[in-house]
């Protein structure tokens, strides 16, 4: 091997004894940027570590650790003892000049980066509600009223689990959930939802989120044309927009998505997504004829409609309604519930309801998303299921929330007439406030977020912003909020509002 200088200039290394970095470590880093950057020039010779060591004053161990791992990485090459010369093969463009700012790129540099179509389109689609992540006030919708949980049974739960120690439960799961949850769930459903299926149809998932992107990965290609509620989910908006689906918005009046004959008979998309039980964000019930007009739709296309059923357990007057599956004869409905809205949103646990001849399909893709979901909580939901806890719960939670709307449907007649109406529903987990006297709602929720109200404005649900403009409303949660909290929520809205009128 030619033998090139064996000096190594200090000024390269650039080393701090009281830098918190162990030395061998700058030395490393040191000697590897003067490789990248040229100052160290292919089949250059290093001084032995004895060398080294005697010339910058550090112990030898350390002179051998940074050139031990130079070696392993293919920096250096040769033997110890035999010399040691900068490695030969290292591509042209690798020693261009090329610094740690270099390989690591700066946070400008990043943020200058395109993403692809599919990743700007899933960046720029907001799903849930701005609100999400920061301190919950008044009137958040869609959460539970979580101090009303019962933790210590959970607790107990979970407790006798521990002392088990089942080392099964540390292993990997079944791609498509936990057996006895998924049967337990496939029982629950047939008799509360009317929802046909055997468990074996039943996939676990870590909520509606992931059933959406599940369902529009597996089912749709990009630019399949996909049929969506106006005003709808942005959860949903964003997950077939990630897919790259053209979304085709469907108005939605007091019987739900407006399925039309001229809709039924060209049967032009691929995919329809609607909230039957509960409209989100209306609130509306689809119609019987509606619902069988668009499955009639999905026959004929041979398309396919994924029913999100986000909150029926809460209904309030009389049983929940029975499920758009259960009435589907062709097995072209999808159905999707969530443990998240109904218990509490850090559980993330979901689940998905498939045709029997997609199951293998969806299972593989499950797979390839993270494997599976994570075991012990689906575990401990199982045994709250089958010992009762569950249905004790939501009974519970139906006579209190039953208790907070009229609370906050008596506080806005009070507090807010002229202002905004408001008129108690038989479901769901909070109200829409419709504006009066020319208020814009966009305008409203954002005056009320200055004062530490959280009441989303209808129109950023719309699809279409000619739509929003037809009525202007706020979303007011009430679940998760105490009586006397949603008296003074409401008198601070009206504060509010009168400011801009």
Known sequence: MNKNSTFVPL????IDP???VPVYRQLYTGLRDAILKGQLASGTQLPSTRALSSELGFARGTILNAYEQLLAEGYLEGEMGGGTYVARELPDELLQAQSVEGVHPSLHEQSSRSLSQRGLMMAS?????????????MFRPGLAALDEFPLKI?????????RQRSYDLLNYGDPAGYTPLRQSIAAYLGSVRAVKCEPEQVIIVTGS???LDLSARVLLDPGDDVLIEDPCYPGAKGALLGAGANLIAVPVDKEGMCVTPEMVSSATANMAYVTPSHQYPLGVTMSLSRRLALLEWARRAKAWILEDDYDSEFRYKGRPLAALQGLDTSGR??????FSKVLFPALRVGYMVVPPDLVDGFVAARTTIDLHPPTLGQVILTDFLDEGHFGRHIR???ELYARRQAALVSAVEQELKGLLEVSPHEAGMYLIGWLLDDLNDQRASEAAAAYGIEAPPLSMFHIEPENSQD???LLLGYTAFREDEIRTGVQRLAKVLRTII
């Open 11 to 14: 000024s390269v290394l650039n």
């Open 18 to 20: 009281e830098s918190p």
């Open 333 to 338: 409905v999808i159905y999707m519930g969530t």
């Open 209 to 211: 989120q992931q059933a």
């Open 154 to 162: 959970w607790s107990q739960i979970t407790a006798r689990h521990a």
């Open 471 to 473: 009525a202007q409303g």
């Open 125 to 137: 689609t907001a799903t849930a509600s701005p609100y999400d992540l920061s301190p919950v006030h």
């Open 396 to 398: 519970r939670m139906r």
